[in-house]
């Protein structure tokens, strides 16, 4: 029997792969390797050195080449992927091939760790002074006059220069420069000091520096939060250690950097999936060296390497952007908590609407709760009130009670901020003569209406349909718009108050790479105007001079079956709410619905977070749903119904026969049809986490091996945060 390696490629397969060592070099553990693959060549993490091989000797291949002379992924970053793989029953080299920065994942040496840039040299400037060069070449060799840029600065500034680059390079005319140090240039604002409350989280957190303790910071938005982030940041770069701080969305980046950047005085790497590649390597490889101290990141970036560990913050740790819903579903947040404890490090989850997760490993004693209670910065809390709907005269959706308070709200130059969660014009397009509506047929859900690009789009499977002139049901000319999207607010909005600029913001406005911040910031200043958003606006962002929020349309929430949902609607509320009043001018927030007497908004609106969310912990433990229960999903889809049902009929009669189960299905998703598949699923759940576990990890592994498991794509989601 000879020795082998063992190598996670990133496939789906729930295995590692052996592989014969390279003929010449010793591979270690947490090393990149090229190993033939089928009839093409993959790049392997090796997870383990001379173990005893699977397989008969014949059958082994040999890995062609080692990339690393070093191992690239560290043990603790090994030790929590192979924790990852097996918890989120995922395959293993998925889970790898996250770790890594795409660059990182290719057949190639690592980049620099920092961005060269290109210079003049001196027969270029005579080049330059002499017109001997003409088109690119003249545009690039005038750009880089004023001194060296970087490649990333240089496509900002000069799209196509590459081509001129390399021609002006091979005539000597302009060379690499030597990459500018990534030094302390930043200036260091000074901090606030801090409230008693700040001040009291801050020693908490700094007397477990070195040890793993999870605290959840609960503190409403404007109370301070970010403050403690960045003294705890300060305080662990004192220390010399790394910090990485997580966020849930690139919007809410720019202004946290900036933020960042301005107290601390050193270098922040960012790390989010918008970033060009070889930006997001070289930060990566820049916190694995140590050279970089603070990383701020969405999601992914929970894989930073720390050889330094100091601190890990989750900030809105709440945000269901922290699962990732397709190939390895990982949570980041549970995943941090789990690098804290490796890295003996405090993990700090942050949230003005924390998850009823985290509230209950604080009621059980895991985690440590710490509290801001007040609003530094303003002068009181937001003033909330009802609108009610019901036999309203309602102008495109908006009462005529919230039209007046939006009217006097920026009569008085301030701005306002209405929200509803659905963009485009209209959920659904219906014919007034019969009753047709203009549907999807390949999810058999409303196509919304986008009366901007004249189309009507399906927001399940992205497929467009042009707009009929009239019904295809019966001819009738009568086809109207029903209901209201971000698009139709934004119409009615500017017909209403034809002197105030009405901004949309939603992914449709915001495409573009920094077109979310673009739009903020001319909104810093403080003229009048009326915001129209979906849940991208309920983020963090400040905007001194908006001083009303008004939500529209939060109704689909109340009534939805996902048991998920009322949690949800109670963080969305009080998260968009935060956005009034967050300096010194009071905020007033409106909520216009249908049901004004909804327990669940009675209790949110006058009570608040705290007690809504108390109810809604309690009827999770009488019914046993999470967190008190335990749930892993197992979905399944194709194109035809029967393959559907007879792989969920096989994968259910594969379980093991124990009472430690509950088993519900298997029955079609609630959304059975979508993209043109049939959709099932199956739900496992049990009382006790390692029940579960012990139970489903050894079926996972029989479902690819089950004969009906050809015909369909499955996939599992343990800990699922939506049913769908
Ligand atoms: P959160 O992250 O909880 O929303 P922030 O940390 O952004 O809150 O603070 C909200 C506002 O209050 C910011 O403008 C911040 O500069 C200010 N602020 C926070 N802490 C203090 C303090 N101790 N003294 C004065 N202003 C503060
Ligand atoms: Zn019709
Ligand atoms: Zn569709």
Not at 4 to 12: G, S, T
Not at 239 to 265: F, K, M, N, S
Not at 327 to 339: C, E, N, T, W
Not at 515 to 522: G, K, M, P, S
Request: aromatic residues 4%; hydrophobic residues 45%; glycine residues 6%.
């Amino acid at each position: 029997m000879s020795l082998v390696l063992r190598i996670a490629l990133p496939v789906p397969l729930a295995t590692l792969f052996d592989y014969l060592p390279p003929a010449s070099g010793t591979a270690v553990a947490g090393s990149r390797v090229l190993v033939p693959f089928g009839r093409s060549k993959v790049v392997g993490v090796v997870v383990e050195t001379d173990v005893p091989a699977q397989v008969g000797n014949t059958r082994l291949k040999r890995v062609l080449r080692m990339l690393d002379d070093e191992p690239l992924l560290d043990a603790e970053l090994m030790q929590t992927l192979a924790w990852a793989a097996d918890y989120w029953l995922g395959a293993p080299g998925e889970a790898y091939a996250n770790a890594l920065p795409l660059l990182l994942r290719e057949d190639k040496a690592l980049p620099e760790t920092r961005e060269p840039s290109w210079q003049l040299t001196i027969a270029g400037r005579s080049a330059l002074d002499a017109g001997s060069r003409r088109g690119g070449s003249r545009a690039l060799l005038q750009t880089l006059l004023a001194g060296p840029l970087s490649a990333t600065e240089l496509d900002a500034t000069l799209p196509d220069w590459r081509a001129a680059a390399r021609r002006l390079a091979e005539a000597g005319l302009i060379e690499r420069a030597e990459p500018a140090p990534s030094a302390t240039f930043f200036p260091a604002a000074p901090a606030h000091a801090l409230h008693a409350e700040q001040d009291a989280a801050v020693a908490a957190v700094t007397e477990a520096f070195g040890c793993f303790q999870p605290f959840l910071l609960d503190g409403i938005t404007g109370s301070g939060k970010t403050e403690v982030y960045l003294s705890l940041i300060e305080r662990t770069l004192a220390q010399g250690r790394q910090a990485l701080l997580l966020v849930p969305e690139i919007g809410l980046a720019p202004q946290t950097v900036r933020r960042l950047r301005d107290r601390l005085g050193v270098p922040v790497e960012v790390l989010h999936s918008n970033l060009a590649e070889g930006e997001r390597a070289r930060a990566w490889l820049r916190m694995r060296s140590g050279e970089a101290r603070v990383v701020l990141g969405t999601r992914s970036a929970v894989f930073t390497p720390l050889p330094h560990a100091g601190l890990i913050i989750v900030d809105e740790e709440h945000d269901s952007a922290y699962k990732q819903q397709e190939g390895f579903r990982y949570h980041a947040r549970d995943l941090a908590l789990v690098r804290g404890r490796a890295l003996q490090v405090p993990v700090l989850l942050g949230s003005a609407t924390p998850s009823l997760e985290s509230l209950a490993n604080v009621e059980a004693g895991r985690y440590r709760a710490l509290h801001l209670r007040s609003r530094p910065a303003a002068t009181q809390s937001p003033q909330v009130q009802i609108v009610d709907m019901r036999a309203q005269r309602l102008e495109h959706g908006l009462s005529p009670a919230l039209l007046h308070v939006v009217g006097e709200t920026v009569a008085r130059g301030e701005q306002v901020l209405v929200f509803r969660n659905r963009r485009g014009y209209a959920p659904v397009l219906l014919c007034h003569n019969c009753g047709w509506h203009a549907e999807c047929p390949r999810c058999e859900h409303p196509l919304t209406l986008h009366a901007a690009w004249r189309k009507l789009a399906c927001h399940h499977c992205d497929l467009q349909a042009p707009v009929p002139s009239a019904c295809p049901a019966c001819g009738s000319q009568e086809l109207k718009p029903q209901g209201q999207g971000t698009e139709r607010l934004e119409e009615t909005l500017t017909a209403h108050f034809p002197q105030t600029p009405v901004l949309r913001i939603d992914r449709e406005t915001t495409r573009r790479r920094d077109a979310f911040e673009q739009l903020l910031d001319n909104l810093a200043q403080d003229a009048p105007a009326i915001l129209v958003g979906t849940q991208m606006l309920a983020k963090g962002h400040d905007l001194p001079n908006l001083t009303l929020v008004a939500i529209v349309g939060v109704d689909e929430g109340l009534l939805s079956v996902d048991f998920r949902s009322s949690e949800r609607l109670a963080q969305l509320v009080v998260q968009v709410a935060g956005r009034a009043g967050r300096a010194r001018k009071p905020g007033r927030v409106l909520l216009q619905t249908h049901h004004p007497d909804h327990p669940l908004l009675r209790t949110l609106l006058w009570q608040g977070y705290a007690s809504a969310v108390k109810e809604l912990l309690a009827e999770r433990k009488q019914t046993g749903l999470p967190p008190y229960g335990h749930q892993v999903l197992l979905r399944c889809e194709a194109h035809q119904r029967a393959a559907v049902d007879a792989f969920l009929a096989e994968a259910c009669a594969a379980l093991p026969d124990t009472s430690k189960l509950q088993i519900a299905g298997p029955m079609p998703a609630p959304m059975p049809l979508r993209a043109g598949r049939q959709r099932g699923q199956l739900l496992i759940e049990a009382t006790n986490r390692r029940d579960l576990h012990a139970a489903v990890r050894p079926w996972s592994m029989q479902l690819a091996q089950l004969p009906s498991a050809r015909k369909v794509r499955w996939s599992l989601d343990v800990d699922p945060i939506d049913l769908y």
